[in-house]
Each structure stands twice: as C-alpha cells, then as structure tokens.
C-alpha cells in the first residue's frame, strides 16, 4: 500500500477530531488512505462516484460512510454529479480517541461492532443519515467544547444503530477479515483465504469442521449472511481486484489464478458484482491513483 497517496490528516495528540466542512462543485482528491477513521457526509451529491476498496457505486443525493481500516484505498469523485453546490463535511479521528478499555463496556458495543465492519468502509442508508442530520449539520459551526464532543458520540451511537448500514469493501481486497463469532466459521474462512484458487466443494469444507454439507451450508449462512458460494467468489473476485490495482498481470491470467475456469464468465461476474468490467475497472484505479 506504499506506493498509494498516503494522506496525514492535521490531527494532534491534543485533538479529539479535526472538522471540515466544504462547498464544491468539482472531486479531484485522488484515490488515498490514511490512518484515522473518517465519517464523510455529501449533501446534493447526486451522481458522485464512492470508491472504497474495490466497491465503486454511485451515491445519491445523501452519502454518509465511515471508514476505519489503516490503509483501506477510498476517494469520491466526480462521476456523473453536475450539481454546482455539493455540501461536504469530513470528520476525522484517531483510533485512540475511544480505547479499548472504553470500547469494551456495555454501553459502546454497539459502536465498537461499527468500528470492526468499517474496517472494509460501512455506508449508512438514508432513514440513518436523516437521523443524525442536524447533529451534522451543525457540529461543523460549534466551537471546540464538551458538547461538541458529546454530539459526536451522539452520532457515532445512532448510526451504529442503523439497521440498513452496508459493508462496502470485500475482506480480500483490503487484506482484512471480519469477525464471524464461529471457530468452525472462521477455520472454513481461513481455508478460503488461503485456497480460494482451487476447486472448493461444500462437501470438503463441512468436512473440516465435521458437519453435515447441508446443515454447515445454513450455519455459515447464519454467522456470515452470505451463501457459502457467493463468499468463495467474492474472496476470488476480491483477490482479482487487488491484482488489477496492485500488478500489471494480464486479466486471463488473473481470472485463472483467482479460481475462474473461464475468462468471459469472470467478465461478466466481476461486473455483476463490481459495475465495471475488470479492464475498466484496472483503468479507473490506475488512472486516479497517485505514487509518492
């Protein structure tokens, strides 16, 4: 991740965030990461382009993600957004600002389960944003104080509540893998990380964890949300990505070393799953990246 825009946010150790609040008609940060969380909040944005990790969409006219993963590549960009006032504010933090010892009790579960998937970037759904809009809204203007601070958990609080929040980036690009809450689960993960090149069967992978195919297809469903087929093949396709961003290895060759059988059905999924076909996809990251 070295030979991406590195970004080192203007936070001191005395500092509890570091606020910006902007009013643009033009994206032209480049694809970057840094070390500090950030919530960024996009108001009459429609048609901005969300790249975090490999997860390229665009947003509608309210975007509000959070992503906390050290190194995990995001950027906004112009894509379709012809608006000539977009309201932008960017909130950011150390990942000391709430320790573990606090993060541990009861009461901030919630909010450190956020922080876990927001590893991979998490975008809030609409009725969440429209929860904590006049917090936002107006925790750019306050001055430095408690309440300010006080407003910022608020918020931290009820989006880690937001039944709707999404995870974006897949654990294989961004070289980081969520809690599962299962041994069984994470053993068959593992496995998965380490061989998702080779011809894996539901039958061998219950067998691992001594469960019958059938019954261990529902578990892993039950723990990860996901069908055990469709995380195999976004494990492929994660690790597709990141040879697409990371090397100059041709698309035949990764679509078989990724797992893939056939080239044209490793186009075709890769766009249904991404919104873009591996060579477009390659093109966007390397032409908005930039090398320091």
Request: proline share 3%; hydrophobic share 35%.
């Amino acid at each position: 991740m070295s030979n991406v825009l590195r970004e080192v946010p203007p936070i001191t150790d005395r500092d509890c965030f570091y606020i910006v609040e902007r009013h643009k008609s033009e994206f032209r940060y480049p694809i970057h990461s840094h070390k500090e969380f950030e919530l960024n909040f996009i108001e009459n944005g429609k048609g901005v382009q969300r790249v975090v990790g490999d997860s390229i969409e665009e947003i509608g006219s309210y975007e509000l993600t959070l992503v906390t993963g050290d190194g995990l590549e995001h950027a906004w960009r112009q894509g379709n957004c012809t608006e000539p006032d977009v309201r932008e504010i960017t909130i950011q933090f150390s990942d000391s600002l709430l320790d573990e010892r606090l993060l541990g009790r009861n009461q901030f579960a919630s909010i450190r389960k956020m922080f876990e998937r927001a590893r991979l970037g998490v975008a809030f759904s609409l009725p969440g944003i429209m929860k904590v809009y006049n917090y936002l809204d107006n925790i750019a203007s306050m001055p430095e104080s408690f309440e300010q601070f006080l407003t910022m958990l608020k918020v931290l609080y009820d989006l880690s509540q937001d039944k709707g929040a999404r995870t974006l980036a897949s654990s294989a690009f961004s070289r980081k893998e969520e809690n599962v809450g299962s041994r069984r689960v994470a053993k068959v993960k593992d496995y998965i990380s380490a061989h998702y090149a080779d011809d894996l069967r539901l039958e061998d992978l219950a067998a691992m964890v001594g469960m019958a195919p059938t019954a261990f297809s529902r578990f892993f469903k039950q723990h990860t949300n996901r069908t055990l087929s469709d995380y195999i093949i976004d494990a492929r396709l994660g690790n597709a990505a990141r040879m697409l961003v990371d090397t100059t290895t041709s698309i035949s060759e990764i679509c078989y070393s990724c797992g893939f059988n056939n080239l044209s059905n490793f186009n075709r999924t890769f766009k249904a799953r991404r919104g873009y076909t591996p060579r477009d996809f390659r093109a966007l990251f390397t032409k908005n990246r930039v090398y320091v």
